[in-house]
């Protein structure tokens, strides 16, 4: 079975930071690009950024400077570093794994708030 786990989200204040990871099993983590969606209380499902099999990242012009995606692919992790958070950073974050061929796995999200 593929799977996809994230883990990392909480609550956090703004200006705070928070690290998201994500380990996978069951597909050839090599060869999958990885990343990270988002879907915020009464929002579309975004794409936060992604990175491939070739170390490339992308971000949403929203999330640029201040977030980071990574990848392991010793562990199978990916991770997503976050910082200067803000209030509208608050939503569902989930990994996916993503191929062209094949339709993408996802993970079942982890919760982030930024609150004060």
């Known amino acids: 079975q593929v799977q996809l786990v994230e883990s990392g989200g909480g609550l956090v204040q703004p200006g705070g930071s928070l690290r998201l990871s994500c380990v996978a099993s069951?597909?050839?983590?090599?060869?999958?690009?990885m990343g990270w969606y988002r879907q915020g209380p009464g929002k579309q499902r975004e794409l936060v950024a992604s990175?491939?099999?070739?170390?490339?990242?992308n971000y949403a012009d929203f999330v640029k400077g201040r977030f980071s995606i990574s990848r392991d692919n010793v562990k199978n992790m990916v991770y997503l570093q976050m910082s200067s958070l803000k209030p509208e950073d608050t939503a569902v974050y989930y990994c996916?794994?993503?191929?062209?061929?094949?339709?993408?796995?996802w993970g079942q999200g982890t919760q982030v708030t930024v609150s004060s």
């Open positions: 996916t794994a993503m191929r062209s061929i094949s339709p993408p796995f």
């Open positions: 990175i491939t099999s070739g170390d490339n990242t």
């Open positions: 069951g597909i050839i983590f090599r060869s999958y690009a």
